[in-house]
Nanobody, 125 residues
Framework: QLQAFGGGLVQAGGSLRLSCAASGRTFSSYAMGWFRQAPGKEREFVAAISWSAGRTYYADFAKGRFTVSRDNARNTVYLQMNSLKPEDTAVYYC????????????????????WGQGTQVTVSS
């Protein structure tokens, strides 16, 4: 089970840190990803991280502003979002995929097995 939290209302230029806590599974062997979905739009990839945190990957809009990280001891993955823009407003979801400690990372929705419930991020102008 994945549970995302940390969303909220922030002004443009501000920052938020999202967290995704995992329970009930071997979190440390999971590749993790963040996606977002704005009203009327499809869910899109934001960032991904391998099980060891040795590899990360970002959507173009996230590069230089967002940072994905994880703490396997705490079964938690994070998304630090800086310099937020109104167009970042969306529901943010975390997702996980069992990798059995392979170094892969994934940016397609279809490649993830487990999803959190989402947390709303609203950026005001």
């Amino acid at each position: 089970q994945l549970q995302a939290f940390g969303g909220g209302l922030v002004q443009a230029g501000g920052s938020l840190r999202l967290s995704c806590a995992a329970s009930g599974r071997t979190f440390s062997s999971y590749a993790m990803g963040w996606f977002r979905q704005a009203p009327g739009k499809e869910r899109e990839f934001v960032a991904a991280i391998s099980w060891s945190a040795g590899r990360t990957y970002y959507a173009d809009f996230a590069k230089g502003r967002f940072t994905v990280s994880r703490d396997n001891a705490r079964n938690t993955v994070y998304l630090q979002m800086n310099s937020l823009k109104p167009e970042d407003t969306a529901v943010y979801y975390c997702a996980g995929r069992q990798t059995f400690y392979s170094p892969g990372i994934y940016y397609s929705r279809e490649e993830y097995e487990y999803w959190g419930q989402g947390t709303q991020v609203t950026v005001s102008s």
